[in-house]
């Protein structure tokens, strides 16, 4: 376990250098000069190539990069070319805000999913199971921010019980919870149900029911965790999809998460703090999946890495 965990964190590196290259070739080579963004319209050609040689951009593009990663290497994400304040220091707080909406969304999205997919398994071609079914397809094709703009519609403005938008306390969560974990949640419960009806028809679940266990006994102990493999590969999966997902969902609600920022950034051409985003998206990508791997051999025993 401990080699396996030390090479895939070292398989790490490679992704995240190649993350970086393709991010920083892709912002440099579409239109449009930083330079003349924060200049402005009125600035004079000796102006604007005075800030093209202040933040290195008349360099050319292999030296640009030696120098990002030369300072990505010592922790140094550089500074924003808008606000000139460190990259860190500005996705940081952006960052907290969209970890803890899609952290309340996966959770959510597990509970209420496995719940649903359990319920359906276990009750399969009835009306319970043809009901969560419907539900199900709803929640994946339903787009996020027409969910949300109905949400507001509905219990913000009309009822009144909750803000339609900003950060604050339990009640701020609550809508854009449900707006961003529906996706996931859906896919869970639907990854759920499969996979559980695959392990309820294998010959030792069987045996075990003819022992005369009780079936809760048999779906709890016998069951769910062998059906859980695939459901915690989607869930990890998920974790790209929720982060995705916050772009549209942070804007419905005003949330003043990374996702948002990313896109602002982006149009404002902010090189350094995409990069800084970009960077930081993938790194949590990794490692959840990295976690959600190691906790295979947890799950199920009989998973051994070599």
């Given at each position: 376990?401990?080699?396996?965990?030390?090479?895939?964190?070292?398989?790490?590196?490679?992704?995240?250098?190649?993350?970086?290259?393709?991010?920083?070739m892709?912002?440099?080579?579409?239109?449009g000069?930083?330079?003349?963004?924060?200049?402005?319209?009125?600035?004079?050609?000796d102006?604007?190539?005075?800030?093209?040689?202040?933040?290195?951009?008349?360099?050319?593009?292999?030296?640009?990069?030696?120098?990002?990663?030369?300072?990505?290497?010592?922790?140094?994400?550089?500074?924003?070319?808008?606000?000139?304040?460190a990259?860190?220091?500005?996705?940081?707080?952006?960052?907290?805000?969209?970890?803890?909406?899609?952290g309340?969304?996966?959770?959510?999205?597990?509970?209420?999913?496995?719940?649903?997919?359990?319920?359906?398994?276990?009750?399969?071609?009835?009306?319970?199971?043809?009901?969560?079914?419907?539900?199900?397809?709803?929640?994946?094709?339903?787009?996020?921010?027409w969910?949300?703009?109905?949400?507001?519609?509905?219990?913000?403005?009309?009822?009144?019980?909750?803000p339609?938008?900003?950060?604050?306390g339990l009640?701020?969560?609550?809508?854009?919870?449900?707006?961003?974990?529906?996706?996931?949640m859906?896919?869970?419960?639907r990854?759920?149900?499969?996979?559980?009806?695959?392990?309820?028809?294998?010959?030792?679940?069987?045996?075990?029911?003819?022992?005369?266990?009780?079936?809760?006994?048999?779906?709890?102990?016998?069951?769910?965790?062998?059906?859980?493999?695939?459901?915690?590969?989607?869930?990890?999966?998920?974790?790209?999809?929720l982060?995705?997902?916050?772009?549209?969902?942070?804007?419905?609600?005003?949330?003043?998460?990374?996702?948002?920022?990313?896109?602002?950034?982006?149009?404002?051409?902010?090189?350094?703090?995409?990069?800084?985003?970009?960077?930081?998206?993938?790194?949590?990508?990794?490692?959840?999946?990295?976690?959600?791997?190691?906790?295979?051999?947890?799950?199920?025993p009989?998973?051994?890495?070599?």
């Amino acid at each position: 376990m401990l080699a396996y965990t030390l090479r895939r964190i070292i398989m790490l590196v490679p992704i995240l250098f190649g993350v970086s290259v393709l991010v920083f070739m892709m912002l440099h080579l579409t239109p449009g000069d930083p330079a003349r963004l924060i200049a402005g319209p009125t600035a004079t050609p000796d102006q604007v190539d005075e800030i093209r040689t202040m933040l290195g951009l008349n360099e050319p593009l292999y030296e640009q990069y030696y120098h990002y990663m030369n300072r990505l290497v010592h922790g140094d994400l550089g500074q924003s070319v808008i606000t000139h304040d460190a990259v860190t220091s500005e996705l940081a707080p952006r960052f907290i805000a969209t970890a803890q909406l899609s952290g309340a969304a996966m959770v959510l999205a597990v509970i209420v999913g496995m719940t649903f997919g359990i319920i359906s398994a276990t009750r399969q071609y009835s009306l319970v199971d043809n009901i969560l079914s419907v539900l199900a397809l709803f929640g994946l094709s339903t787009p996020a921010y027409w969910l949300g703009l109905m949400l507001i519609l509905l219990f913000s403005l009309h009822f009144g019980w909750f803000p339609a938008a900003g950060r604050g306390g339990l009640s701020h969560f609550v809508l854009p919870t449900i707006t961003l974990s529906l996706f996931a949640m859906a896919t869970v419960a639907r990854m759920t149900r499969g996979s559980l009806l695959d392990v309820l028809n294998q010959d030792y679940v069987q045996a075990a029911r003819a022992k005369g266990l009780s079936e809760s006994f048999v779906l709890i102990r016998h069951a769910l965790k062998n059906a859980l493999i695939p459901v915690m590969t989607v869930v990890g999966l998920q974790v790209g999809q929720l982060l995705s997902g916050a772009v549209l969902t942070e804007t419905v609600f005003s949330w003043p998460g990374i996702g948002r920022f990313l896109v602002d950034s982006i149009e404002a051409r902010d090189f350094p703090i995409v990069q800084g985003g970009v960077l930081l998206t993938a790194v949590v990508f990794v490692v959840v999946n990295l976690i959600v791997d190691l906790l295979y051999g947890i799950v199920d025993p009989r998973i051994r890495y070599s």
